[in-house]
């Protein structure tokens, strides 16, 4: 490949490559991290969640280098990674014909025109990929803080579909004294609330049973289109050799060998500071019982046990829209709003 390629404004040529495989993990995450230095990237969650994927999946990823020697970094080729861009099928299963996208740029390589041909080089080959089903929609995150990323996505023809506040509980401040009580309660009616390390001991279709839930959580989750859920295999391979598995985190509530409700707390490679919980929900014929309220002070206070590595108390990061009643409950529990993702979505149909 040649080293020249479109020029910046400073005279600085950039080109793009396709991904290279182990070598560029590390790069991705540091330019993830200098993106949003409040949710830094991890080499080896990327490498983790490219091995977990249903190989049949659709994706597609693009960097973007920089030449020079005023590449941040310059390595022996003189080029450094400065953004990338991976497009493909993150959610839902390999019949999925709606395609998320997410594009990072080095803050000192904004407004160049970087982001913007990675966007036309990724999208066009997963789309390609895709064939011969015809894509039905394009999705992204963008984050409110980011205000930017709005008006890139306005300019590619995306619409804003649903808003999703992010919450976040200051474990340190948590009082678990106004919810003593809660299990006593379930267990008296025959449900009980157990960690996902005790089922896992106890239940040898612990992963059937768990999937079984998890899709019929999912299904009630709000979303702005049908739910899609995952391959079992891909589902369950989350669970296997995970370093930010949390078996005590991760809580599930049963009435009798019947898997009712659930909530997962995982930690972070990235950083120690941040706990994250990505799913809590119950069927719908045992709701209105304070089951999802008893699973999250489980979990919370399992977190609270938690240490960063200078001796501090991490925090716990979530996200729900805004019209669910999960939120309500967070907000009971401590949570305070941090910030807002919001979906945008470019239909193709």
């Not at 960690?195 to 989750?221: F, H, I, K, T």
Request: glycine share 10%.
């Amino acid at each position: 490949m040649a080293d020249s390629g479109p020029r910046l404004a400073d005279g600085a040529s950039f080109r793009l490559r396709p991904f290279a495989g182990d070598d560029d993990y590390a790069a991705m995450a540091a330019v993830a991290t200098a993106a949003d230095p409040e949710l830094p990237g991890s080499g080896e969650y990327l490498r983790r969640t490219d091995a977990e994927r249903d190989p049949r999946k659709v994706m597609r990823r693009t960097l973007a280098e920089v030449a020079g020697a005023d590449a941040p970094g310059p390595g022996p080729s003189g080029h450094r990674v400065v953004a990338f861009a991976h497009c493909g099928q993150f959610f839902g299963n390999a019949d999925s014909r709606r395609l998320q996208i997410e594009v990072q740029v080095h803050p000192d390589f904004r407004r160049r025109g970087i982001g913007g041909a990675l966007f036309d080089a990724v999208v066009g080959e997963a789309v390609e990929a895709l064939a011969p089903r015809r894509l039905q929609a394009l999705e992204c995150g963008a984050w409110e803080r980011f205000p930017q990323t709005a008006r890139f996505l306005t300019r590619h023809g995306f619409r804003a579909v649903q808003r999703n506040p992010a919450s976040e509980l200051d474990l340190a401040a948590f009082d678990a004294e106004p919810f003593a009580g809660l299990e006593a309660k379930l267990a008296a009616s025959g449900v009980e609330i157990r960690s996902l390390g005790e089922v896992m001991a106890g239940d040898p279709r612990w992963r059937e049973r768990l999937y079984d839930l998890n899709c019929a959580v999912e299904r009630d989750v709000p979303w702005y289109a049908d739910a899609e859920h995952r391959s079992f295999d891909e589902w369950a391979a989350m669970f296997k050799d995970n370093p930010d598995l949390l078996p005590e985190g991760h809580v599930v509530a049963l009435d009798g060998d019947l898997y009712v409700g659930l909530t997962q707390l995982w930690s972070s490679g990235a950083t120690d500071r941040v706990l994250y919980t990505s799913l809590t929900g119950v069927r719908r014929s045992h709701r209105r019982r304070g089951i999802a309220l008893a699973l999250k002070v489980r979990s919370i206070r399992h977190a609270a046990t938690l240490r960063t590595s200078d001796g501090g108390v991490p925090v716990i990061r979530t996200g729900n829209e805004e019209g669910n009643p999960m939120l309500g409950i967070n907000q009971r529990l401590g949570f305070r709003q941090v910030d807002a993702l919001v979906t945008w979505v470019k239909e193709m149909d």
